[in-house]
């Protein structure tokens, strides 16, 4: 079973590309379900963030798990299959590996090294599981990879700042605009974006209105950050009063027009949503728009070379002990095979010298039992032992193949002891 990762990204496409593959939780549901019912899709999890939505999948064959891939994914955004095609980044086993690591740790984010990337790779690895469609290939791939991503924003300086997309903007918005104490911002939305952002503002000073469709939501954080909470039927009102707009919903259409906001008198709306919050005119009225393509023009990044550096090492290391691991799991279904049929022959002898040895006592019998089984695996030993050791080099022969060969291993067999993760 092989791991095929398909990747439309802000590397790879345009912001009004990345809209229209942007995908929610029901999204993403409907998307996994068509994935899963495809001839050579076994596994599925479906990775949509402000900036990337990306299908991993368990895969039979790898042309024909891509091609599935494809073909869902352009039905379901309704991108044409080879424009979807052309935008995409493909990665496979090894390299498949690499990525979501890399993706896990911050590494291949718009602000490199930001740690909001984690839990949305947890979210999506639940959601699959509760969806069911998330097997033992995926499972230990993703597990493996918080743990990864974990131990990079950790052991290494790549996740000491705190960085974040909304960081970047606001830093932005500092640079343009001055300190934010003392001013007045409304937070459109409560999730974990517009959550970190008004955390943000508040602590440096700001006074924050919090507005959300869901008055709850938004009275929660408020009441966290020491500010107040509105419901979206007066967003107009909170806007009235604004000097910085900070919006983050998550909803499929525009929220802040020129119109509306028209009669305000901010001086800069930050937009993080994806779809776009904010109208992109709003800036012909002279109000500052920092949204997700500026931050990609502006080529935003706090991290250093000797940062990425390490926390790459890191990686390196880990994705050569997880392919090692991987390949030996692989291995060892062929040496439980080789053990059985073994014992099987030992058994067969044994059964043959009792036909021709009938008064052979039991103690005798015995002996003879235990000298025959030692022999073999004495002469088993050690093709049992460099082979599992040989299976942790990537540029190694297949030596398991070479055994099931050398000895005639029956493939039943070895499918047999498998795993789920290598039977499939």
């Given amino acids: 079973m092989s791991i095929l990762v398909v990747s439309v990204s802000h590397k790879t496409a345009s912001m009004e590309m990345l809209a229209q593959v942007a995908m929610d939780t029901a999204g993403t549901a409907k998307l996994t379900d068509d994935l899963i019912r495809s001839e050579h899709v076994d596994e599925v999890v479906v990775l949509s963030t402000c900036n990337r939505t990306e299908i991993y999948s368990s895969?039979?064959?790898?042309?024909?798990?891509?091609?599935?891939?494809?073909?869902?994914?352009?039905?379901?955004?309704?991108?044409?299959?080879?424009?979807?095609?052309?935008?995409?980044?493909?990665?496979?086993d090894e390299g498949a590996v690499a990525h979501t690591f890399g993706v896990a740790a911050g590494l291949d984010s718009m602000v490199v090294g930001e740690s909001q990337i984690l839990g949305q790779v947890r979210a999506a690895l639940t959601h699959s599981q509760q969806l069911g469609t998330v097997g033992t290939v995926l499972n230990s791939l993703f597990q493996q990879g918080i743990r990864v991503g974990k131990r990079i924003h950790t052991e290494t300086a790549i996740g000491s700042s705190g960085r974040s997309l909304v960081t970047a903007a606001l830093d932005?918005?500092?640079?343009?605009?001055?300190?934010l104490a003392g001013r007045r911002v409304v937070v459109v939305g409560a999730g974990s974006m517009a959550s970190l952002a008004a955390r943000c503002a508040a602590a440096e000073g700001a006074a924050v209105t919090c507005v959300n469709r869901t008055l709850v939501k938004a009275q929660r954080l408020a009441g966290a950050i020491g500010g107040r909470?509105?419901?979206?039927?007066?967003?107009?009102?909170?806007?009235?009063?604004?000097?910085?707009?900070?919006?983050?919903?998550?909803?499929?259409?525009?929220?802040?027009?020129?119109?509306?906001?028209a009669g305000t008198s901010a001086a800069a709306v930050i937009d993080l949503a994806l779809p776009a919050d904010a109208d992109p005119r709003i800036a012909e009225l002279g109000i500052s728009v920092i949204n997700l393509e500026r931050l990609l023009d502006a080529e935003y990044d706090s991290a250093t070379a000797a940062e990425v550096a390490a926390a790459r090492e890191l990686l390196r290391t880990e994705v050569t002990d997880f392919l090692g691991l991987r390949r030996a799991a692989q291995v060892a279904p062929t040496v439980i095979a080789l053990r059985s049929m073994a014992s099987e022959v030992v058994a067969a002898e044994m059964a043959r010298l009792d036909a021709r040895l009938p008064g052979l006592g039991d103690r005798e019998r015995e002996e003879f039992h235990r000298s025959v089984r030692r022999v073999v695996d004495k002469l088993l030993h050690q093709p049992t032992v460099r082979v599992q050791e040989f299976a942790a080099d990537p540029e190694a022969v297949d030596y398991a193949a070479a055994l099931r060969e050398l000895f005639a291993l029956d493939p039943q067999a070895v499918a047999a002891v498998m795993s789920p993760e290598v039977r499939a």
């Fill in 59 to 92: 895969v039979s064959r790898f042309h024909g798990g891509l091609d599935d891939v494809i073909a869902s994914f352009a039905a379901f955004t309704g991108i044409d299959v080879e424009d979807l095609r052309s935008r995409c980044a493909v990665y496979f």
């Fill in 172 to 179: 932005l918005l500092t640079h343009d605009h001055g300190p």
């Fill in 229 to 261: 909470a509105l419901p979206m039927t007066q967003l107009s009102s909170a806007l009235a009063e604004a000097d910085v707009v900070v919006a983050c919903t998550g909803a499929r259409d525009v929220i802040l027009t020129p119109g509306l906001m």
